[in-house]
């Protein structure tokens, strides 16, 4: 098939061109940006650190657009929405690996850094309620029982959706009528030396490709399943009928 | 035959249904009982302290009571195919669930009164805010967690593990629901801060989330 063809050649291309990125990248974090006077070293872990939050940030709102379009489709055009569904099993389980990562490294950096763990300022706490989100997404899509599973997930996409800027509000709100403890966790990218942004910038674009990448191959994945049950089912179907052979 | 009328009907059939075997209230109170004496035991109760716990502890077990119930509520709809007739009725499906939501909320409301003088006695308890806004906040909060928790419990109704799945997925979303009522309750016992920022979210999340139970309903229950 000339399409698949080309998929493929473009999906090689894009696997060579991240693994690029992401080599350059973490060169320029580790290697070429200075080190930083009060942290010292342990502060690189930001370059790959902030993306994946950023970007954790941004793979929801793939997730809750797929999941609309699967429920606005549903019934209008049915090999569409099981497309939208693909996309929005890929971009919750790319989401979900973004957030725990996030929340590793995070965790890594402040018990070098501030000598705790984990600190319930609304940052933390919004990312941690965000991760709950998803993995009750997973968790429904798992158990669910196999017809439902695509509308269910949908549904509770939306919900999280309604609920991610709640959450935020809210937790906000919280952290600052009962202050935290000593430290807040400060914005990195407020007062951040010029001589950090290749680095930076040069992390944020390889993370994305590569939860691009991600996401395409996961969504190559679960079409490919698609089709098995597609085919599945009407052999089911054909079998069930009887013909005069 | 309006709105009404179908949201009324179903009230009374759940109310009913209720009344004569009664398992859910007494399940629900007997259970948010031994919460609160468990907790008890976990966090030792002195009169100072204990203003500042017993927000957070009272609606931990009004949560965990109520998502016993709620998973029940639903299962008398599997018996003799009734939700099978329900889907095939011309009533409009957002009215069961506004029925069943409702007569979850009676059946709440109706532990938290009995709860809430046994928590005074438990715990020496006199708010030092504006007690009568108790009676804003706890209906509030009641209804967050009852109107989420009837439209997940619906969600997992043909799923395995259905009492396992509907603290996984209604926990999280009621984050921001848990912190305003245990933030207001804790305000007006204590007496330390305004309650006003944490009644006006819970009425913006029941604003919220009740719309999206509403219009979301006819999907959930018709999927397949």
Known sequence: MDRSRLLKSVAVAWFLLTLGAIVYATRLALVDAPTDALQGNIFRIFFYHVPHSMLSLVWPYVNLAASAGFLFWRRRDPLRALTADAVAIASAEVTLVYATICLA????????????????????????????????????????????????????????????????????????????????????????????????????????????????????????????????????????????? | MNYGFHVWAHLKKDLRLEWRSRDSINGMLFFSLLIVVVFSLAFDPTAVESRHISGGIVWVALLFAATTALNQSWTRELKNHVLEAQRMSPAPPSALFLGKALSNFVFVTLVELVLAPLFIVFYNLHALGQARLLWVVMPLGTWALVCNGTFFAALGLRTRNRELLLPLILFPVSIPALLGMIEATTGILAGEFDPGLWIRLLIAYNLAFTTACLLLFETALSTE
């Open chain 1, 105 to 245: 490294t995070g965790m890594l950096w402040g018990r070098v850094e501030w000598g705790i763990w984990w600190t319930w300022d609304y940052r933390l706490t919004s990312m941690l309620v965000l991760w709950l989100l998803f993995v009750s997404y997973l968790m429904l899509r798992a158990l669910s029982s196999t017809g439902q599973t695509k509308t269910l997930a949908a549904v509770l996409s939306i919900f999280a959706g309604i609920d991610v800027p709640i959450v935020y509000m809210s937790i906000r709100w919280w952290r600052t009528q009962h202050p935290g403890p000593v430290f807040f966790s400060s914005d990195p990218d407020a007062g951040v030396d010029k001589s950090y942004y290749p680095a930076w910038i040069a992390n944020i674009v390889a993370w994305a490709m590569w939860g691009l990448l991600l996401m395409a191959m996961r969504y190559a994945l679960e079409r490919r399943r698609q089709q098995r049950e597609q085919d599945a089912a009407l052999k089911a179907i054909e079998d069930s009928l009887e013909f005069t052979r």
